[in-house]
């Protein structure tokens, strides 16, 4: 069983960046692909990117495209997401998952690929 914690959420103004984290503990991290998604009040939860268990593959949702990072330390059992250039409409709760994926350089959009989600962590972006 995995547990994932994420943190770094806040409020921040239009424009701005935030580094958001995860950290893994339970299990094996490096077995795991891990995704961050997204849902704001009233809309279905997004995709926003992925890394797989290696690290040398990243993908990103169009909407983030050029303004995210997605990073993980494996020797932390950690996963970050590094976004840039925030816009109000990227407010929304932000959660971090793991799939575990039988190839190390995978990486998967699919909600329903990830076992193991976190908590949260509320991002808003003000105008």
């Known amino acids: 069983q995995v547990q994932l914690v994420e943190s770094g959420g806040g409020l921040l103004q239009d424009g701005g960046s935030l580094r958001l984290s995860c950290a893994a503990s339970g299990g094996t991290f490096s077995s795991y692909a891990m995704g961050w998604f997204r849902q704001a009040p009233g809309k279905e939860r997004e995709f926003v990117g992925a890394i797989s268990r290696s690290g040398g593959t990243t993908y990103s949702a169009d909407s983030m495209k050029g303004r995210l990072t997605i990073s993980r330390d494996n020797a932390k059992n950690t996963v970050y997401l590094q976004m840039n250039s925030l816009k109000p409409e990227d407010t929304a709760v932000y959660y971090c998952?793991?799939?575990?994926?039988?190839?190390?350089?995978?990486?998967?959009?699919?909600?329903?690929?990830?076992?193991?989600w976190g908590q949260g962590t509320q991002v808003t972006v003000s105008s």
């Open positions: 998952a793991a799939a575990a994926l039988s190839d190390r350089h995978m990486v998967v959009a699919g909600g329903n690929e990830y076992a193991y």
